[in-house]
């Protein structure tokens, strides 16, 4: 290197020296920590003015609570809720020392010693409010008593500041038992209580100085949720967090030396009493308010939100076809049945969904016969099976997959298979062999056919030529939920848990040519602070135009030649699907017109407490109650009403394989060679006319609310047999009931 390239070196390594001499000066220790102090002190000084500038405000709106308006979607008033505030205030001296200290230990154990506000918890809520995460964060019981009594439940940064500035002040001028005594009188429990007074009676029925430790502790408990963790209407999840939050309570009593630790292992956890409907609920006004408030909780719009007033909610709710379809139910079964003197008459249960495909909008809703005397809405249950109304889907699935039979050949409406009873279906590692109703095989029929007689081993041997996971997926896009579903061959029976709610969108999705349809019934919520808007009815195209008219077309087959001829009527054109489960516990039929989507649905549910699924058998003393009887004929009769006497509507099908609408042929009366146990004698057919045609077989019996997963192997499944229908799953030439 030269003289000169050596001095350009070593200039430039004296100007880098400089610049990183700058730099270490311009950010010194002494400087950062310099600025670190007066940022602190400039947040104190802000602070200090927020605290001098913020007053113990008077008590909030909830003090001066307003009744929340129910709307029809006209606008006439369904009903008012919330009056006035049901809430009677206590002396804290009236509520035991162990009830009391439940409160302290399930939401703020330092109570008695800090100062009111819980820094770090305050900042964690203002950063979620911040970052969108909502009113999330720990607040101390003062903080809570402030935000209940003297602001809103807004989740928003200058709330959080109010609050914990008043905080501080109310614990300074107040002591601790009044404090305490003012959040459990202002708290909300659901069930629409305020106070500890109303939860007491609501809950246990007993007042607030006759509760002991242990309902304390659910009382104190449910405050973190008061819709998830009421064990009347809380999911299997939701039953759990609150029994963990409740031994999680008496834990911290046992900690805090309020709670001996032998008499903590003694508490068992306190079911609470059922719920006693609030006054103006009776009939169905109540199934619809629920549903409305269900669909609000998952808006933003909570509990106590809407406990505050001030709402006017206005639903999808079409107020003469609400009353059409309470009138086709009491006259096509509840004039029928004789509930005091007929055993099977007592355990029936009917619920329907109407939604209008086009929008989503649910324009009549039937929860039972009353919601006080039946707290759990049919319209929305999901503790019974869709049965049979599920096989369309498979169809579906079949088309828009572009699946292929085990012989290659595309399936379609026309395509041929084996409708032989307890056939083994081929190409799948889990044995199925389903029986046809009564055992009935049909030899060699085409899918049309197989929907028209609604034949398991045709639509057992789809799901497994399409794929159980394809199936399920297909099924999911159009809106049955994902509950106590398995992929297996079994499906194919509707063995998942779904409402009528739920499969009114899947079918609402087909009439609406493949594009998602999800069932709302809030059309607005108005409040003068502020509106919410309203669920998305349509969505996305979730399968073809092709795929969903094609089905639309095979269904009008089962209405015109079918197990839904009861629907069948030359005022309007429509599509449907019967459907009944195994061991006839519900009944079902799901159809449509161009302008209006309806399922109808039975439910055997026994009247003891608890309830129980039972068979419908015997309904009416009409024999089986299936799908193709009583829902078919409300289906019928709503939907003629509904109509305004009927519609010219026609179905604008488009690009569709057509299939023969035929009359029912004679089946084959040859045994089956298989040997799976014999049918029910009580099982019969979809078709009015008691001819048999479709089978309730599915998985094992399920109890009423927490359904168990299906069994290896169904009663009706056998071992695949050698040979049994060939691999193409159509009929093999050496069988006897195909000669």
Known sequence: MGRADARRAQQRGARRAAKSGGIRRLFTWRKMLGTFFGFCLLIMGAFVALYLYVDIPKANALAERQSNVYQYSDGTVLTRTGDGVNRQIVDLAEVPKEVQHTFVAAENKTFYKDKGVDLKGTARGILNTLSGKGKQGGSTITQQYV??????????????????????????????????????????????????????????????????????????????????????????????????????????????????????????????????????????????????????????????????????????????????????????????????????????????????????????????????????????????????????????????????????????????????????????????????????????????????????????????????????ETALALGVPDQNFPERPAITLGTMNASTWDMAGAYATLDNHGRKVTPFIVKSAKHRDRTVDPVKGIGNQVISRKSADTVTSVLRGVVDSGSGQAANTSAYEAAGKTGTSENNKSALFAGYTPELTTVVALFGESPKDGGGQVSLTGTANSGRANGGGFPAQIWADYTLGALGGGSSAQFDLQDVERGEVSVPASPSTSPSTSQSPDPSPSESSDLPSQSPIETPSDSASQSPIETPSESPVLPSESPVLPGGGGNSGRPGNNNPLNQ
Do not use: C
């Open 147 to 472: 935000k209940n009594y003297y602001l809103t439940q807004d989740p928003t940064v200058s709330r959080k500041l109010k609050e914990l500035v008043i905080s501080l002040k109310v614990d300074q001028k107040k002591d601790k038992n009044y404090i305490l005594a003012g959040y459990i009188n202002t708290a909300y429990y659901g069930r629409g209580a305020s106070g500890i007074q109303a939860a007491a009676q609501a809950y246990y029925g007993v007042d607030a100085k006759d509760l002991n430790v242990s309902q304390g502790a659910y009382l104190a408990a449910l405050l973190q949720a008061p819709s998830q963790y009421d064990w009347a209407v809380a999911t299997p999840t939701g039953r759990r967090l609150v029994k963990e939050r409740w031994a999680y309570t008496l834990d911290n009593m046992v900690e805090m030396h309020w709670l001996d630790k032998a008499q903590r292992d003694t508490l068992k956890f306190p079911v609470p009493d059922k719920p006693k409907p609030a006054r103006g609920m009776e009939g169905q006004t109540g199934y619809l308010v629920e549903a409305a408030n269900k669909e609000l909780d998952k808006q933003g719009i909570t509990g106590d939100m809407r406990q505050a007033g001030g709402w006017t909610f206005t639903l999808n709710i079409d107020k003469k076809r609400q009353k059409q379809l309470e009138q086709s139910v009491d006259r096509q079964l509840e004039s029928k049945l004789d509930r005091k003197g007929n055993k099977v008459d007592a355990t029936v249960q009917a619920g329907a969904t109407s939604v209008d495909p086009k929008t989503g909008a649910v324009v009549a809703l039937y929860g039972g016969v009353d919601y006080v005397k039946h707290y759990i809405s049919n319209a929305t249950r999901r503790d019974y099976q869709p049965a049979s109304t599920f096989k369309p889907l498979v169809l579906a699935s079949a088309l828009e997959n572009e699946a292929k039979t085990q012989d290659g050949d595309l399936i379609g409406v026309n395509t041929r298979y084996d409708g032989t009873s307890k056939r083994p279906v081929v190409g799948s590692d889990t044995p199925f062999a389903p029986e046809n109703e009564d055992n009935r095989s049909y030899g060699d029929v085409t899918v049309q056919t197989a929907m028209n007689k609604s034949i398991n081993s045709v639509f057992a041997q789809m799901v497994v030529d399409v794929g159980p996971p394809a199936v399920k």
